[in-house]
C-alpha cells in the first residue's frame, strides 16, 4: 500500500480514523474537529501479504481511497 486519501465533512462532532493491519498495529490516524471539511492524506509503504486483512475503524462517516501496488514473486 502506498497511499491513502480519507475526506470527511463534519457538521457537529469530531472524527476520527484509523487504518489498521494484520497484526493489530494502526500505521495511519487522521481526525477531524467540528465543522471541518477537509482530506486527509498518508504516503508511505506497508506491506499487506497474501491473507492478511486491512480494517478501517471511524467514529463517523468517512470517505476513504487505498491504492498501491501489486507484487507477485518471480
Known sequence: MR???A?????VASR???VIGSDEQTF??????PTDQAA???????V???GETLQAQSSDLVDLTVSGYLL???
Open 3 to 5: 497511499c491513502i486519501d
Open 7 to 11: 475526506y470527511a465533512n463534519v457538521s
Open 16 to 18: 476520527e480514523l484509523h
Open 28 to 33: 495511519a490516524w487522521f481526525s477531524w474537529g
Open 40 to 46: 486527509r492524506q498518508w504516503t508511505g509503504r506497508q
Open 48 to 50: 499487506i501479504y497474501a
Open 72 to 74: 507477485q514473486t518471480p
